[in-house]
């Protein structure tokens, strides 16, 4: 069972890793996949409740590979741990499968310090769902979701979930468009939907978009309506028609808000 897992964990990294040349390269030399493989060992003992062994155990694979995983965190088939070097995934962090995590990583809490005998045994680390990618300096902090096939930049902070499919970026992070709106596995015709966006750049710019358009429709409406009268009246009434048709633009718009 645990080789068959090390062997999908050398296959996941040789198709994710450009630089890799062959699986015995992968099997020598990547750090990442000795974390996960001391990783594995030091859970089988946790989930049999011997947490001192465990944990030294990950502290001797820490020693060698500057990758710090706690025995207790959960963690699917096919993780990829990319260099690895300062990457730290806390005690209830759970992994789905086919994720990858690049150096300097850090899936934490968010104040461990404050209050801590409260914080025991809490959900107080991240989930991170199915495919998500998380690049390297990355600081994912609190009992948050990361979302199937989501992607966080790298060097940003997160702090609050990140549905699935999209990118977020910066500190705090924020959601971003993807050059290829493809990739958010859905495609948005006119830009980002509102709907369940944490962005309030995006929720705002969207409701700008909506404000202008109504706008736009009345103006036309308008534009319409004064070129049936220019059509229908005569020339000496046109003026007044104009300047009657202006002050209900006017005191129409005011009236909308
Ligand atoms: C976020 C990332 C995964 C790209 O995701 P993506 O969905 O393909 O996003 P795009 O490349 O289309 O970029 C979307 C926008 O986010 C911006 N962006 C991308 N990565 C960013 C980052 N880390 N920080 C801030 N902004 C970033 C882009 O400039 C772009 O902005 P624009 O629309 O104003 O031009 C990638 O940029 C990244 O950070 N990868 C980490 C890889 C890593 O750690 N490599 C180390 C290997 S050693």
């Given at each position: 069972m645990i080789f068959k897992r090390i062997q999908e964990d050398i296959d996941a990294i040789f198709e994710r890793d450009?630089?890799?040349?062959s699986r015995f390269e992968v099997w020598l030399c990547y750090s990442g996949l000795h974390a996960l493989i001391v990783y594995r060992i030091a859970h089988g003992f946790w989930r049999r409740e011997w947490f001192l062994i465990a944990r030294f155990i990950s502290q001797v694979g820490r020693l060698f590979t500057g990758v710090e995983i706690h025995p207790g965190a959960t963690i699917g088939r096919r993780l990829v741990i990319d260099h690895g070097h300062g990457l730290v995934i806390g005690e209830t962090s759970e992994i789905g499968e086919n994720v990858t995590l690049y150096h300097g990583v850090t899936l934490g809490g968010?104040?461990?310090?404050?209050d801590s005998s409260r914080q025991k045994?809490?959900?107080r680390h991240p989930t991170l769902e199915n495919d998500v990618i998380v690049g390297s300096g990355a600081q994912i902090l609190g009992p948050i979701v990361i979302g199937n096939g989501a992607r966080v930049g790298a060097n940003a902070v997160v702090t609050k979930d990140v549905p699935a499919g999209v990118t977020a970026t910066g500190v705090p992070a924020h959601v971003v468009m993807p050059k290829d709106r493809k990739q958010a596995g859905q495609f948005w015709a006119y830009g980002?939907?509102?709907?369940?966006?944490?962005d309030p750049i995006l929720a705002s710019v969207d409701g700008l978009r909506g404000q202008v358009s109504l706008l736009m429709e009345r103006i036309e409406e308008l534009e319409g309506r004064l070129q049936e009268q220019a059509e229908a009246a005569p020339d000496t009434q046109t003026d007044e028609a104009d300047g009657e048709m202006r002050r209900s633009v006017i005191v129409g718009g005011g009236k909308r808000r």
């Open positions: 450009p630089a890799a040349r968010i104040a461990p310090s404050v045994h809490t959900k980002t939907p509102s709907d369940g966006c944490p």
